[in-house]
C-alpha cells in the first residue's frame, strides 16, 4: 500500500519512532516534510529535526491536526494521561496506530469521540535495525484499509503479520519478549565456545551469526525448522549429540514455559487497560 500524500504524525519520539522514521523513508514510503513528531524533550526533538528534517513540536494537538495518521509511540504509564489531554482532536478520518505494550483498542477508543478507527501493533526492538517482528490487530471500528496501512509502515521495519486482538498478548510473550530470549541463547553458546577454548570475540561473533544464519534460512526457504535441523544432523555425528544434550537439559520445555509466563504478565497487564 502507497502512502501517498498521507501525513504523518507520531506521538513521542523516542527510539521505536526514531526506526519508523528511518525504514518509511528509506523505502520512500513517505518524505520527511509529510511527519511532525511530538516529544516534550528538546534535545530529542532538535536531533530528530537535524537526523530527518521532520517536522517537530511539543504540542500533541498540533501533531493530530497537522496528521492522517497519528502513530501512539508512547509507554503504556503515560497514555491515559495524553489521551486525555488529546483525544477530543481525533476524527473519525484518522487512522490511529498505538505501539503501547498492553493498551487495548478498547482503551484507546474510550478517549476518543466518534467511530475513531484504531490499530494496535505489538513490534520488537530489532526493528531499530529494520529486523523487527510485529503483530498488527484492529479495533472495532478500523478497517482492512487501516490494517493494511499498518502492515504497511511496520512491514518498512521488518516483518508485520495480522492476528485477532485475543492474541496480542501470546505475541508479546514470543516476539515481543524474544530478543531477550535469543540473546541469552547467543551468550550462552558464546559462553560455551570460550570454555572450549575459543576467543570471546570470536565465540561471541560465531554464536552470533550462526542464529542470524538459521532465522534467514528458515523465513527464505520456508522450510519448516525440522526438515532444517534434519539436514545437519549426521546419524551417528556431533550434531546429534548437542541435540541430544539440549532435549536432555529441557530446552524445549524452557522456551514453552517462557513464552507462557510472559503472555501471561501481558495478560494482566493488559487486564488494567481495557
Not at 116 to 136: D, E, F, I, Q, S
Not at 176 to 199: F, K, N, Q, T, W
Not at 213 to 223: D, N, Q, Y
Request: net charge negative; glycine share 12%; with cysteine.
Amino acid at each position: 500500500m502507497e502512502l501517498g500524500e498521507k501525513r504523518l504524525g507520531l506521538i513521542g519520539g523516542g527510539a521505536m519512532a526514531e526506526a519508523l522514521i528511518t525504514g518509511l523513508t528509506r523505502a520512500e514510503l513517505i518524505l520527511a516534510r509529510q511527519i511532525t513528531v511530538s516529544d516534550l524533550n528538546e534535545q530529542r526533538r532538535n536531533y530528530l529535526a537535524e537526523k530527518f528534517a521532520v517536522g517537530v513540536t511539543t504540542a500533541n494537538n498540533a501533531v493530530v491536526a497537522d496528521a492522517d495518521i497519528i502513530i501512539l509511540a508512547l509507554k503504556p504509564f503515560v497514555m491515559g494521561d495524553v489521551l486525555e489531554q488529546a483525544g477530543a482532536y481525533f476524527t473519525p478520518e484518522h487512522t490511529v496506530i498505538s505501539i503501547a505494550a498492553g493498551i487495548t483498542t478498547t482503551y484507546i477508543e474510550k478517549f476518543l469521540t466518534g467511530q475513531v478507527p484504531v490499530v494496535r501493533v505489538m513490534p520488537n526492538t530489532p526493528a531499530l535495525l529494520g529486523a523487527g517482528a510485529a503483530a498488527v490487530c484492529c479495533g472495532q471500528w478500523a478497517t482492512d484499509l487501516h490494517r493494511e496501512l499498518a502492515l504497511t509502515i511496520f512491514g518498512a521495519v521488518g516483518r508485520a503479520v495480522s492476528v485477532p486482538e485475543k492474541l496480542m498478548d501470546a505475541v508479546t510473550g514470543l516476539s515481543g519478549s524474544g530478543p531477550a530470549y535469543m540473546y541469552i541463547i547467543a551468550e550462552a553458546l558464546a559462553d560455551a565456545g570460550v570454555r572450549m577454548g575459543l576467543p570471546r570475540d570470536v565465540a561471541l561473533t560465531l554464536a552470533s551469526q550462526t542464529m542470524l544464519g538459521s532465522a534467514r534460512m528458515i523465513l527464505e526457504t520456508g522450510c519448516h525448522p525440522g526438515v532444517l535441523k534434519d539436514m545437519v544432523t549426521t546419524p551417528g555425528g556431533t550434531t546429534i549429540e548437542g541435540l541430544y544434550a539440549l532435549e536432555e537439559g529441557g530446552i524445549r520445555a524452557a522456551l514453552y514455559r517462557a513464552v507462557e509466563v510472559a503472555c501471561r504478565r501481558s495478560g494482566r497487564q493488559s487486564g488494567n487497560n481495557k
